[in-house]
């Protein structure tokens, strides 16, 4: 007992330093279903529409491969759309708006109009490192006037000098400069080794040509870090200070450490390569897929998962990226494959796989969370029952919501990769007093939840813990 007191304090400091060192509060709603379905691997990528069908709220559009997670294995991609703020989902048409695709994505370009790239097929990798390097011609750009009802689609064609083998694969988002110039990061394969790459195009996605190398395996060495997969997986934004960040996967294990370069003149140059620290005790930032998100609000969100350690999110508070929070959980049931998107000032959608199924969390990452307690009382009768771990409570009268908030202890014996970190707190959509955790929590791991109260002024109550749980595999 004394050593799980210890471990839920350290969890507790943790928290409390992370989110007080900038009064930056995370909170998360109840998870929303997206699309399940056989076959999927992935989360896909969202895009956000604006005003679709006349309607108020933004139509969030997500699409997403329909096939295992290889090469020249597709059977296309699946849509779904949300007109309601991703709240509830419908599903769309398949193989929209370019078909046979092996992955696609969209992204709004300055003008508002919406661009889409898909990948026709990816290359071989034994077969890559014997081939000649050519201009790759297997994707498809495509780009809408009139919020995806239309589409003008042409051939996009990517040039890789041979110095530099051939181009693996192009990766989420596109972005423009002020000149209305396309970037977007890659990685590519060659006999002299891998790298991560930035592409440029200065006719609306017809053709990229390579603007700079951001890393090489020798530059990842030489932060410390080892590039042992080929999968060089790029994420890069614009920051609060005008210079372009990256991160990049260097490998598949969960101790895989993400690193980290910067450029100041537009992608031309990049700085040394630096592994990614985070929280008091600069704990390397490890996992798969990354993403980034400069947040309206100034604040940078760093976005990663691995199937035996979370997917979590680091926060930059002042918008920079050289310095970050401690992680905070969203889910610890999902694949490496996440994405996420900003849908407002303060909020982001972030997109999870697990179980041929892709799940969505409303994210809010709030500045300036009142700092004063709620008068309200502490919830009383936290219990947790079933295999789905559902939380029941007593609640309060004048309470306009909870926040509930899972609390790791102890991983799974069997799994040794799994860290302790603090998860973002749960706050319901109403004054419910209960919710189910079993797409939330660790298999296996030992955690308390605590529940406390909202009032109307977003203050909050003391929090009011159930006894200690080991959660067992939820029902689907």
Same mark, same amino acid.
């Given at each position: ?7 839920? +304090? ?31 691997? /992935?989360? @896909? ?10 309607? $108020?709220?933004?139509?969030? =559009? ?12 597709? =059977? ?19 193989? #929209? ?14 003008? /508002? ?7 026709? #097929? ?6 890559? !490192? ?27 064609? &990517?040039?890789?000098?041979?110095? &530099? ?17 396309? +970037? ?14 930035? !592409? ?22 030489? #932060? ?17 200070? @005008? ?31 630096? %592994? ?27 976005? $990663? ?14 918008? $920079? ?6 992680? +905070? ?9 996440? #994405? ?6 303060? %909020? !982001?959608?972030? +997109?999870?796989?697990?179980? @041929? ?18 008068? &309200?009382?502490?919830? $009383? ?55 189910? &955790?079993?797409?939330? !929590? ?35």
């Amino acid at each position: 007992m004394k050593r799980s007191l210890l471990i839920t +304090f350290a969890t507790f400091l943790m928290v409390s330093q992370a989110t007080r060192a900038a009064n930056v509060q995370v909170t998360v709603a109840p998870v929303v279903t997206v699309r399940e379905r056989e076959g999927i691997t /992935g989360a @896909g990528w969202a895009a956000a529409y604006d005003g679709a069908n006349g309607a $108020t709220a933004r139509r969030i =559009v997500q699409i997403y491969p329909n096939h295992p997670d290889d090469w020249d294995k597709s =059977v296309g991609t699946g849509l779904s759309y949300s007109d309601d703020g991703g709240l509830t989902w419908k599903a769309g048409p398949d193989n #929209s708006p370019l078909a046979g695709m092996v992955d696609m994505w969209q992204d709004r370009l300055r003008n /508002g109009e919406l661009i889409t790239l898909g990948i026709r #097929s990816l290359p071989n990798r034994e077969k890559a !490192l014997t081939a000649p390097a050519t201009a790759t011609s297997e994707y498809l750009v495509a780009l809408s006037k009139d919020q995806g009802k239309n589409w003008q689609t042409e051939t996009a064609r &990517l040039h890789c000098p041979s110095n &530099l083998g051939v181009i693996a694969r192009p990766l989420p988002r596109i972005f423009e400069d002020e000149r209305g110039a396309l +970037f977007m990061p890659a990685f590519s394969w060659s006999k002299t080794g891998n790298r991560a790459l930035l !592409l440029k195009s200065s006719d609306r996605g017809r053709n990229w040509n390579i603007a700079s190398t951001i890393a090489d395996a020798q530059a990842i060495r030489a #932060s410390g870090a080892a590039l042992a997969s080929p999968w060089v997986e790029t994420a890069m934004a614009r920051t609060s200070d @005008g210079s372009w960040l990256v991160v990049v996967r260097t490998g598949s294990s969960a101790k895989s450490a993400l690193v980290t370069a910067r450029s100041r003149d537009s992608g031309v140059t990049w700085s040394a390569v630096e %592994k990614v620290l985070a929280g008091p005790q600069k704990r390397i930032v490890a996992g798969k897929l990354p993403g980034l998100c400069l947040l309206p609000n100034g604040v940078l969100v760093l976005l $990663t998962a691995h199937t035996k350690n979370h997917c979590r999110i680091y926060l930059s508070p002042d918008g $920079t990226g050289r310095e970050w929070s401690e992680a +905070f959980i969203i889910t610890s049931q999902s694949g490496g494959n996440t #994405s996420m998107i900003c849908t407002g000032p303060d %909020k !982001l959608l972030i +997109f999870t796989p697990a179980n @041929g199924r892709i799940q969505c969390w409303h994210v809010t990452v709030a500045r300036n969370a009142p700092a004063a307690k709620s008068a &309200l009382p502490a919830p $009383t009768n936290v219990t947790v029952t079933g295999a789905n771990v559902r939380v029941s409570w007593r609640g309060c009268a004048d309470a306009a919501h909870y926040l509930v908030t899972p609390i790791l202890i102890k991983p799974s014996e069997s799994n040794k990769d799994t860290e302790l970190y603090p998860y973002a707190p749960i706050r319901t959509r109403d004054a419910a007093t209960q919710l189910e &955790l079993g797409r939330v !929590l660790s298999i296996g791991g030992t955690y308390r939840i605590e529940v406390a109260a909202v009032d109307r002024d977003g203050r909050v109550s003391p929090a009011a813990s159930s006894a200690e749980l080991v959660v067992g595999a939820a029902t689907k």
